[in-house]
């Protein structure tokens, strides 16, 4: 069974660019978390998204950062005229359900974004 | 809100010797606790967690950690860590509830010397 699978692994844009990011969750998983590690910090929380639907955007930035999760096809972040402050490595992370923290969440090998 | 502090940045320790990782969160409300491992340009593993129960939880390759909540207390421990254990080791809290996001602190490096 595969595990969650990130694209690309590595990713350079210029400022003012557009970064696309995907993630594939875990075979029977609808739940999919987006998390930021900045160098030298912990991860961060982005969003969660279920099938077709934004759960919980609390850590998104207000600006330039927008997630789907839809029916079919991977979970895709986009941060649009990217600066050099969205370097950092985007981690997705998958699980069967929410709530009670019962559910493992599953992490993928991460996606590294460098903005020159 | 919920907040995680591991104050150790790094931990070097020699091999076969005992090792602990210190982890504090604070809440006004239940959290589950987890440890979370990361190798080099890796995802993160789940090494283990607390969800209710027994205080003292075993993990994979030989952790363990305590949950204390008087002193609101997640700390990591092996007997006798080996190289391969040299990551990135990270606690996270999370509220539950609906979404279940986790919350995690800066991490810590394990740094096991020969």
């Known amino acids: 069974n595969a595990g969650v699978m990130q694209n690309p692994r590595h990713l350079v844009r210029r400022r003012g660019q557009e970064a696309r990011l995907r993630c594939s969750p875990m075979k029977g998983h609808s739940h999919v978390y987006w998390y930021r590690q900045l160098p030298e910090e912990g991860l961060k929380f982005m969003v969660y998204l279920q099938k077709e639907n934004i759960i919980d955007e609390s850590g998104m930035p207000k600006e330039r950062f927008s997630a789907e999760f839809p029916k079919e096809g991977p979970s895709i972040l986009r941060i649009q005229q990217v600066v050099r402050g969205d370097s950092a490595a985007y981690f997705c992370?998958?699980?069967?359900?929410?709530?009670?923290?019962?559910?493992?969440?599953?992490f993928g090998p991460g996606t590294r974004l460098t903005v020159t | 809100a919920q907040s995680v502090t591991q104050l150790d940045s790094q931990v070097p320790v020699f091999e076969e010797a005992p090792v602990e990782l210190r982890c504090n969160y604070s809440?006004?409300?239940?959290?589950?606790l987890f440890w979370y491992v990361q190798y080099p340009n890796q995802g993160l593993q789940l090494l283990l967690k607390?969800?209710?129960?027994?205080?003292l939880v075993k993990g994979i390759n030989g952790f363990e950690a305590e949950f204390n909540k008087s002193q609101t207390s997640f700390h990591l421990r092996k007997p006798s860590v080996h190289i391969s254990d040299t990551a990135e080791y990270f606690c996270?809290?999370?509220?539950?509830?609906?979404?279940?996001?986790?919350?995690f602190g800066t991490g810590t490096l394990l740094a096991v010397q020969p």
């Open positions: 607390y969800l209710s129960g027994s205080t």
């Open positions: 992370a998958s699980s069967l359900g929410s709530g009670t923290g019962t559910y493992e969440q599953y």
């Open positions: 809440s006004s409300v239940s959290v589950y």
């Open positions: 996270a809290v999370s509220p539950g509830g609906a979404t279940n996001k986790l919350i």
